[in-house]
């Protein structure tokens, strides 16, 4: 009877799951429309008692997003004040939407990631559903690895559609 062989890796295909980048925080959003006067402005007196007054413990380890759900003319200083308050609690703060907070945690881990264990490899990326713009996460991965891997495939190793494949230099053969 012969030994099962995993020809997958044995073949040197390096194997990157698109998951392993999703934040691993809470995304949690502060909607600055709760705090407008007659859901039209924001009173500075009024927005710095609140401010002054709210449990920013809740936010404690978690990336948070501030927005404006209607459509009202927000002052910079507001979305700063806000901001301020979440320093040093909270894991992360921005301002937009929960899809633009989870682009930029996503673009922060694919930057940490350390290629030149991956130099002039083979890289299958395999795919993730559950990110609200999971082309953005793939783009953000291809411009960190493209300039360092020889190969560049999408999928599973059995079924892989090829994205990029580094030129060969004129001198080799």
């Known amino acids: ?9 044995e073949s040197g295909l390096i194997q ?19 705090q407008l006067w007659q859901g039209l402005v924001i009173k500075e007196k009024d927005f710095r008692a609140w401010v002054k007054e709210h449990n920013w413990s809740s936010y404690n380890g978690k990336a ?56 002039n490899g ?7 559903s559950d990110f609200l713009d999971p082309a953005y996460a793939m783009v953000c991965l291809l ?3 493209q300039p360092n891997v020889q190969v560049i495939m999408y999928g599973e190793p059995c079924s892989t559609v090829p994205i990029y494949k580094r030129a060969k230099a004129k001198n080799e053969n």
């Not at 009877?1 to 890796?9: G, Q, Y």
Request: aromatic share 6%.
């Open 122 to 128: 083979r890289v299958i990326i395999k795919g993730c």
């Open 16 to 34: 990157l799951d698109l998951a392993i980048f999703k934040p691993q925080f809470e995304l949690v959003g502060i909607d600055i429309a709760d």
């Open 64 to 119: 948070v997003y501030v927005y404006c759900s209607v459509d009202a003319i927000i002052p910079t200083w507001a979305y700063m004040l806000v901001a301020s308050s979440l320093i040093g609690i909270a894991a992360h703060a921005t301002t937009g939407t929960r899809g633009e907070i989870e682009n930029e945690l996503i673009r922060a881990n694919i930057e940490s990631l350390d290629v030149e264990k991956m130099k």
């Open 143 to 145: 411009n960190k690895l």
């Open 1 to 9: 009877m012969s030994e099962i062989r995993n020809k997958v890796e």
